[in-house]
Nanobody
Framework: VQLVESGGGLVQPGGSLRLSCVAS????????MRWYRQAPGKERELVAG????????NYKDSVKGRFTISTDNAKNTVYLQMNSLNPEDTARYYC?????????WGQGTQVTVSS
């Protein structure tokens, strides 16, 4: 089982990034997918989630209207489009796949928002 995140980097305030997480080794379309983030000295927090059917999404209040989570089942990939980034979004972003029996995590990708 693997979850491999990519797309992080350094971006100026107001900029955009799109994170990707490619899954392998399990039936992607049967898992709820989520993005979490963890900033230095802080606890890991849920940023966004999407059900396995793709019809229900949820977001942390501070990212609503700026971030969009989506999936492509044909590519076993979950995305996080992040717009209007600000320094408070700086963190390591982790992909998570979960069903009632299993819980998988990626290694994360770093996002740094700074001028």
């Amino acid at each position: 089982v693997q979850l491999v995140e990519s797309g992080g980097g350094l971006v100026q305030p107001g900029g955009s990034l799109r994170l990707s997480c490619v899954a392998s080794g399990f039936t992607f379309s049967t898992y709820t997918m989520r993005w979490y983030r963890q900033a230095p000295g802080k606890e890991r927090e849920l940023v966004a989630g999407i059900t396995n059917t793709g019809d229900v999404t949820n977001y942390k209040d501070s990212v609503k209207g700026r971030f969009t989570i989506s999936t492509d089942n044909a590519k076993n990939t979950v995305y996080l489009q992040m717009n209007s980034l600000n320094p408070e979004d700086t963190a390591r972003y982790y992909c998570n796949a979960r069903n009632p029996w299993y819980d998988y995590w990626g290694q994360g990708t770093q996002v740094t928002v700074s001028s």
